[in-house]
């Protein structure tokens, strides 16, 4: 399964979010996972008609009601651990940035940021991100 992380800013979904979506659907298509998405925070059922996905996970606690780091990254670190993706995909976004590199590494996973495309060879996931202000493409499996 690809798990993609939704993310909002005052009751309205941030756009990246379907991005990842999208992005998560094409990857999920060539590789046959299931694509499920993650809502957290306080009062997020507001908000799911409105994520187009098969399945929508969702977590309310009222301290998660203000973006913090710290409480983003343990809630998003339980679900993860719960639900065991194959590939967890974020939004191109500040507060990812904030957050996912503490994320991964309080978890012992790889993240590539800054992702710009993705190739499948040989049942293998590349992730194509730029490098050196974009001189250098490279791919990273």
């Not at 908000?47 to 710290?70: G, R, W």
């Not at 194959?86 to 940035?97: M, S």
Request: charged share 20%; glycine share 8%.
């Amino acid at each position: 399964m690809i798990l993609v992380i939704i993310e909002h800013l005052q009751g309205k979904l941030n756009r990246m979010s379907l991005e990842a979506l999208a992005a998560a659907t094409a990857i999920g298509k060539e590789t046959n996972h299931p694509v499920e998405a993650l809502l957290i925070g306080s009062g997020v059922s507001a908000m799911a008609s409105e994520i187009p996905a098969a399945k929508l996970h969702m977590v309310e606690h009222a301290l998660l009601e203000k973006y913090t780091a710290d409480g983003y990254s343990i809630a998003l670190r339980q679900v993860i651990e719960k639900l065991n993706p194959w590939l967890v995909l974020l939004p191109h976004t500040y507060q990812v940035r904030d957050f996912a590199p503490k994320l991964a590494a309080a978890m012992g996973k790889a993240f590539v940021s800054d992702g710009t495309g993705y190739k499948v060879e040989g049942g293998e996931l590349q992730i194509t991100r730029q490098l050196f202000a974009g001189k250098v493409a490279c791919d990273i499996a």
